[in-house]
């Protein structure tokens, strides 16, 4: 029974992760439309470090779930989400 819910729970935090790295990826878009400010690479590179970041860990995430390690899937999640609200709290000029 274990086992299932780890690979439901690792096939759920991939999907965040995925969802997370797709908003990391729009939100320079959102930036450009509705901020008052001028885009440059200051303004930017917390979201490019951000979708680095995620597109890392949901490739890490895929392999392992090939190999069947839904554990380190689960763990790589964590540290992948706990990354980018640090990232969001200490790098994000723009709130």
């Known amino acids: 029974m274990r086992a299932k819910s780890n690979v439901t ?11 997370a790295l797709i908003r990391t990826l729009s939100e320079p878009f959102r930036l450009h439309h509705y901020s008052s400010l001028p885009l440059n690479y200051e303004i930017l590179k917390p979201y490019l470090a951000g979708a680095l970041i995620a ?15 839904h554990t380190i899937v689960l763990i ?9 609200f640090i990232i969001k709290i200490y790098g994000c000029p723009i709130g």
């Not at 790589?76 to 980018?84: D, K, M, R, S």
């Open 55 to 69: 597109s890392i860990a949901l490739f890490a995430m895929t392999v392992f779930s090939f190999f069947s390690k």
């Open 76 to 84: 790589i999640a964590v540290l992948a989400i706990l990354t980018l």
């Open 9 to 19: 729970l690792a096939r759920i935090s991939t999907g965040i992760v995925f969802l």
